[in-house]
């Protein structure tokens, strides 16, 4: 069974930093292209970025709002992704969920998500 | 940015009837080269992260119900719950994965 934990979110004063960690469990962690998405409170989601796997080159792509402030990455020997958030702004505040990107064959899209973790940015 | 726009914001159908919803991309999303549409739809319960519903437009994902079909190719895409159940109120999204940022449309809240 597909399993993603998120941990790390919590309250952080507008300009600072947090990093939400992702453990990945009941697949190959190693092959799989993960992504991040969020949800502000009472709001729609937004895609914030993807990480492809090693093999695949390991490059990532960021939405403008996050990118140059955020830098997602992963540890294949931990199963881990991260999300490294810097100068955090009031609007960063949102459940960021971790997600696995087209994890199944011939599959398109998110095909699985994890329960999320609550950021939020307020002094 | 490719944007997703959804429509209507938000629907009320009695039980066992259909529910239409549609989502417009401000660019093409078919791809040629492999006749596939790169569009997804998810449903999000209240208090519960999202659930993949069908992909590449119209095909679902496993498990699930039968009664949720998508189509549309292009720019203009529709899911369909042909009889609405109490379990289907949620808020229902696409998203284009055809060129980052993988955008979503605003979300289409389902309601009985």
């Known amino acids: 069974e597909v399993q993603l934990v998120e941990s790390g979110g919590g309250l952080v004063n507008p300009g600072g930093s947090l990093r939400l960690s992702c453990v990945a469990s009941?697949?190959?962690?190693?092959?799989?292209?993960m992504s991040w998405v969020r949800q502000a409170p009472g709001k729609g989601l937004e895609w914030v970025g993807r990480?492809?796997?090693?093999?695949?080159?390991?490059?990532?792509d960021y939405a403008a709002p996050v990118k140059d402030r955020f830098i997602i990455s992963r540890d294949d020997s931990k199963n881990t992704l991260y999300v490294q958030m810097y100068t955090l702004k009031t609007e960063d505040t949102a459940v960021y969920y971790c997600?696995?990107?087209?994890?199944?064959?011939?599959?398109?899209?998110?095909?699985?998500w994890g329960q999320g973790s609550l950021v939020t940015v307020s002094s | 940015d490719i944007v997703m726009t959804q429509s209507p914001d938000s629907l009320a159908v009695s039980l066992g009837e259909r529910a239409t919803i549609n989502c417009k991309s401000s660019?093409?999303?078919?791809?040629?080269?492999?006749?596939?549409?790169?569009l997804a739809w998810y449903q999000q319960i209240p208090g519960r992260p999202p659930k993949l519903l069908i992909y590449?437009?119209?095909t679902r994902e496993s498990g699930v119900p039968d009664r949720f079909s998508g189509s549309g190719s292009g720019t203009d895409f529709t899911l369909t719950i042909s009889s609405l159940q109490a379990e289907d109120v949620a808020v229902y999204y696409c998203?284009?994965?055809?060129?980052?940022?993988?955008?979503f449309g605003q979300g289409t809240r389902l309601e009985i």
């Open positions: 997600t696995t990107w087209a994890l199944a064959p011939d599959i398109g899209g998110i095909d699985y």
């Open positions: 009941g697949f190959t962690f190693t092959n799989a292209w």
């Open positions: 990480i492809k796997s090693k093999r695949d080159g390991g490059t990532t």
């Open positions: 660019q093409n999303i078919f791809f040629s080269s492999n006749n596939r549409n790169y």
């Open positions: 590449w437009a119209f």
């Open positions: 998203q284009q994965y055809y060129s980052s940022p993988f955008t």
